[in-house]
């Protein structure tokens, strides 16, 4: 049991959930693309010129209206809303993650005792040491 141990769940997902957040995903992705395309087409208009860096990022520069004030107030209250419904929707619990992998296998793969990785489980929290190389060497559970 030394091959990596990566959680990858998107097996799990029905293809509707899959295709969804690969729309999701691209759409998010192409507004980002949006809010860089006024800088780039006047970054192709003033290389058009060939002009030199400083005079064409001035104009660039120039070029670019900041966002309005009312823009900013509707990005933001349009954010905190939607972090607030995100708060609202049910939190599932994972109820099938440690089936995957036995406990003698995280014990095994990271080299630690099987005590030491049920009571970093059952604390609220709990510190993790690591050697120089990044491996997992300990579980310290934190009381309080």
């Not at 990566?6 to 998010?28: C, K, P, Q």
């Not at 004030?69 to 619990?93: D, F, N, Q």
């Not at 080299?111 to 489980?121: K, N, P, S, T, V």
């Given at each position: 049991m030394r091959e990596r141990m990566v959680i990858n769940t998107r097996g799990e997902f029905s293809l509707w959930r899959r295709i969804l957040s690969n729309i999701v995903t691209l759409m998010i992705w192409a507004g980002w693309l949006l809010l860089w395309l006024p800088v780039l087409l006047k970054l192709r208009q003033v290389m058009a010129l060939h002009l030199h860096f400083a005079p064409a990022a001035i104009e660039v520069l120039d070029a670019i209206t900041p966002v309005s004030l009312?823009?900013?107030?509707?990005?933001?209250?349009?954010?905190?809303?939607?972090?607030?419904?995100?708060?609202?929707?049910?939190?599932r619990?994972?109820?099938?993650?440690?089936?995957?992998?036995?406990l003698e296998d995280y014990s095994d793969y990271f080299?630690?005792?099987?005590?030491?990785?049920l009571a970093g489980r059952e604390s609220r929290a709990c510190v993790v040491l690591h050697d120089e190389h990044g491996r997992i060497i300990g579980i310290e559970p934190l009381t309080g």
């Amino acid at each position: 049991m030394r091959e990596r141990m990566v959680i990858n769940t998107r097996g799990e997902f029905s293809l509707w959930r899959r295709i969804l957040s690969n729309i999701v995903t691209l759409m998010i992705w192409a507004g980002w693309l949006l809010l860089w395309l006024p800088v780039l087409l006047k970054l192709r208009q003033v290389m058009a010129l060939h002009l030199h860096f400083a005079p064409a990022a001035i104009e660039v520069l120039d070029a670019i209206t900041p966002v309005s004030l009312e823009y900013s107030i509707v990005a933001l209250v349009g954010t905190s809303a939607l972090l607030l419904l995100w708060s609202l929707l049910p939190s599932r619990r994972v109820t099938h993650a440690h089936a995957l992998q036995a406990l003698e296998d995280y014990s095994d793969y990271f080299d630690l005792d099987e005590g030491e990785i049920l009571a970093g489980r059952e604390s609220r929290a709990c510190v993790v040491l690591h050697d120089e190389h990044g491996r997992i060497i300990g579980i310290e559970p934190l009381t309080g």
